[in-house]
């Protein structure tokens, strides 16, 4: 039984392990969201959207970056809820990281030496993954619903590979978090 036991929270340390390495790529990268400006009478281009930098490429090439949160004292009205969702965003899914890591970390704690008895690590085990998915659900929801944002334009929007990728750590956090709570 104790094997089982041992193999379960590997395969748990493994999953939240690949979810915590998923959320810090996800939080890094500035292609939340891919942006695609068609203007009739002026140069069209493309932006990208991240929640820590956003860069816009014109057709000629050009591209600018920026950090987004620099805008922010500037923004009223729906621009104001648009940073405000940005905030959010960067802060749960940098809690995600972190629960993600701390959570990975006691999971092998439980692999490398028998903890039975100490029910603060066994209590660990089982909340750590379901709280860094209930953070990285919620980060994710509001970094896509502020990168997907265009305002009064008409422009195409589509999911980046840091939505995408967001997406994918918090599949395998849920699947981590299950797998944890079978751990007796």
């Known amino acids: ?10 395969a748990c340390a493994g999953l939240m ?45 050009i591209q600018i970056c920026l950090d987004p949160s620099k805008l922010c004292p500037l923004a009223k009205d729906e621009a104001a809820s648009s940073c405000h969702k940005m905030a959010t965003a960067r802060a749960f899914i940098t809690l995600a990281c972190i629960f993600s890591a701390i959570s990975a970390l006691c999971l092998a704690a439980c ?14 085990i ?27 334009f008409t422009a195409e929007v589509s999911l980046g590979a840091a939505s995408i990728l967001a997406i994918i750590a918090v599949v395998i956090n849920l699947i981590a978090a299950i797998s944890a709570l079978l751990i007796r």
């Open 111 to 124: 692999i490398i030496e028998s903890i039975n008895k100490n029910t603060i690590v066994v209590t660990l």
């Open 17 to 61: 392990t690949i979810a915590c390495i998923l959320y810090i790529i996800s939080n890094a990268l500035p292609t939340w969201s891919v942006i695609k400006i068609n203007l009739e009478n002026a140069e069209s281009g493309k932006a990208n959207n991240g929640l820590w930098r956003s860069c816009s490429t014109s057709d000629a090439g």
């Open 1 to 10: 039984m104790a094997l089982n036991k041992r193999i379960l929270a590997a």
């Open 126 to 152: 089982k909340v750590l993954p379901i709280l860094s998915l209930v953070v990285g659900i919620i980060g994710l929801a509001v970094g896509i619903s502020y990168a997907t944002y265009i305002g009064p």
